[in-house]
């Protein structure tokens, strides 16, 4: 299984930036990590074919969607901040799990490469 993220870059604060991710097969789970430099890789959204979770620190300000057709997801990310600096991982989980579970990075079956989102102040 293929996960090929796009869409990161430079902005400055407050500015909007929108990620995709493609997978090559249809997936239940599909969701977001992001790891800044000396920390560990936090999570940070995950959708499935009904429900999404956030991580506090983004609530209000992304939004992840998928289109199923495609095999592919999305982050919307709004109000940027300088924290929100780091690469970002598009993840996916081939089968159910508990929802409590979805923002373990252990859950996850596959991971693509990160994009690099950098946010000036």
């Known amino acids: 299984v293929q996960l090929q993220a796009s869409g990161g870059g430079l902005v400055q604060a407050g500015d909007s930036l929108r990620l995709s991710c493609a997978a090559s097969?249809?997936?239940?789970?599909m969701g977001w990590f992001r790891q800044a430099p000396g920390k560990e890789r936090d999570f940070v959204a995950a959708?499935?074919?009904?429900?999404?979770r956030y991580a506090d620190s983004v609530k209000g300000r992304f939004a992840i969607s998928r289109d199923n057709a495609k095999n592919t997801v999305y982050l919307q990310m709004n109000s940027l901040k300088p924290e929100d600096t780091a690469v970002y991982y598009c993840?996916?989980?081939?089968?159910?799990?508990?929802?409590?579970?979805?923002?373990?990075?252990?859950?996850?079956?596959?991971w693509g490469k990160g994009t690099l989102v950098t946010v000036s102040s």
């Open positions: 959708i499935n074919r009904g429900n999404t």
């Open positions: 993840a996916a989980r081939k089968v159910r799990i508990v929802y409590s579970s979805w923002s373990h990075p252990g859950a996850m079956h596959y």
């Open positions: 097969v249809s997936t239940e789970i």
